[in-house]
């Protein structure tokens, strides 16, 4: 989804640097991935790292657009996917674009996720994060601290704890913010909903649906929770 070529990282993973090729190319490969319902794509890398030079890998990119730009030319495709209704999950990248948050970079911030994102672009579907091991991120936070801070900004899932130990800090960090005030149980809760959602969505998880129960007479019965006239 990212409009243009100038970050190394993204050497021949682009669609190009006009908008509405990338929209059109991004769709349809969209579509071929979630056509048989087994794949959910993930677009990314919003909110746009086309036009930034450094490799999030190694470094902090920034984009420098204005924000009359950076909507015009780096959200123009996304917009035009989320119109489909068929967009199921969002990937965050590592980036500062101070027109929105000079504090935060965008995998972090408030500002990026919940008020842009959710609030501005309407997306309520799952936010992943890119790998929080990135040296966009390593150099201030540790993996435990970037997971606690990218749920606080609105992001559902993280990429990073790769091992028990690293989980188990991940856990303390996210019971640490809830104890603090920082982080609420709400917020957790939504972010769970919106994962048991895509996965119904994708048919990893049934929906329960009541058993009946069988009787003497070889007919169903019945749940017991469920309303009867005349029931004696």
Do not use: C
């Not at 991004?26 to 991935?33: D, I, K, T």
């Amino acid at each position: 989804m990212d409009v243009g070529t100038a970050n190394p990282q993204l050497l021949d993973r682009t669609f190009g640097s006009d908008p509405k090729t990338v929209a059109t190319l991004a769709g349809a490969y969209m579509a071929g991935l979630q056509e048989s319902g087994a794949v959910t794509a993930s677009l990314k890398h919003f909110p746009g790292i086309g036009a930034t030079t450094t490799d999030p890998h190694l470094g902090l990119p920034v984009l420098t657009r204005s924000r009359a730009d950076w909507e015009r030319i780096d959200l123009a495709p996304y917009k035009t996917l989320l119109a489909t209704g068929k967009v199921h999950a969002i990937m965050i990248t590592h980036e500062m674009i101070p027109t929105v948050d000079n504090q935060y970079p965008s995998s972090l911030s408030p500002a990026v996720i919940d008020g842009e994102l959710r609030q501005k672009l309407g997306f309520q579907g799952v936010v992943i994060t890119d790998s929080l091991y990135m040296g966009a991120l390593n150099a201030r936070w540790t993996v435990a601290q970037a997971a606690a801070l990218a749920i606080e900004a609105g992001a559902d899932m993280v990429i990073g704890p790769q091992n028990a130990q690293i989980v188990a800090q991940v856990k303390d960090a996210l019971k640490a913010a809830l104890s603090s005030g920082k982080l609420s149980q709400a917020r957790i809760e939504i972010s769970v909903k919106r994962v048991l959602k895509l996965k119904i969505t994708m048919g990893l998880l049934p929906i329960p649906r009541p058993t009946p129960q069988a009787t003497s007479t070889g007919h169903a019965a019945a749940p017991t929770n469920t309303p009867r006239k005349n029931r004696r």
